[in-house]
T-cell receptor, first 115, second 112 residues
Framework: GAGVSQSPSNKVTEKGKDVELRCDPI?????LYWYRQSLGQGLEFLIY????????KSGLPSDRFSAERTGGSVSTLTIQRTQQEDSAVYLC?????????????FGSGTRLTVV | GDSVTQMEGPVTLSEEAFLTINCTYT??????LFWYVQYPGEGLQLLLK?????DKGSNKGFEATYRKETTSFHLEKGSVQVSDSAVYFC???????????FGTGTRLTIIP
């Protein structure tokens, strides 16, 4: 598509439930990133996919968080047993292999609220 | 590890005022530096970037100069407009690292 698409745009869930957040990157972009934007915390790196390489999961805050990228395109971020501190805006970005960090295009994010 | 420290907000200015948002960084090697902007209800957009010392990035009247001696990348604009109201993020990417390290963001509000 023309841009990075994220769904849902808003999600309210009860504490303890699992949630899935979806990201559709720009067609042809091989790199895909997930970041978390918490109030007063800035943007926090979560995970990075590049082509068929093993993902860089170094930013995932706990084992309740996982992500996959199917067919080198769509990515799903899953949070199990959600906690209130998981409330944040989850941002996805994609980039071409050639541009790397210079070519990020961000989606509008998913605002997650855990009640 | 790499880090970015940004001027804390919120910042409120009158239209046509001069703007400076401070940004300093800590990084090994020679990072590339970025300013991103997030307008209300929208995703982050790249505003400008600089890839080596003394480079000046510029866009939409905003400028920032990569100062290696002071490890800074301050954002400036000579005359702000109401439409510049947004959250501004300073960020860096280090050589060979695809990840961006962001500052905490500075919320800017311009009043007519």
């Amino acid at each position: 598509g023309a841009g990075v698409s994220q769904s849902p745009s808003n999600k309210v869930t009860e504490k303890g439930k699992d949630v899935e957040l979806r990201c559709d990157p720009i067609s042809g972009h091989t790199a895909l990133y997930w970041y978390r934007q918490s109030l007063g915390q800035g943007l926090e790196f979560l995970i990075y996919f590049q082509g068929n390489s093993a993902p860089d999961k170094s930013g995932l805050p706990s084992d309740r968080f996982s992500a996959e990228r199917t067919g080198g395109s769509v990515s799903t971020l899953t949070i199990q047993r959600t906690q209130q501190e998981d409330s944040a805006v989850y941002l996805c970005a994609s980039s071409s292999a050639r541009q790397g960090a210079y070519g990020y295009t961000f989606g509008s994010g998913t605002r997650l609220t855990v009640v | 590890g790499d880090s970015v420290t940004q001027m804390e907000g919120p910042v409120t200015l009158s239209e046509e005022a001069f703007l400076t948002i401070n940004c300093t960084y800590t990084a090994t090697g020679y990072p590339s530096l970025f300013w991103y902007v997030q307008y209300p209800g929208e995703g982050l957009q790249l505003l400008l970037k600089a890839t080596k010392a003394d480079d000046k990035g510029s866009n939409k009247g905003f400028e920032a100069t990569y100062r290696k001696e002071t490890t800074s990348f301050h954002l400036e604009k000579g005359s702000v407009q109401v439409s510049d109201s947004a959250v501004y993020f300073c960020a860096l990417s280090n050589f060979g690292n695809e990840k961006l390290t962001f500052g905490t963001g500075t919320r800017l509000t311009i009043i007519p």
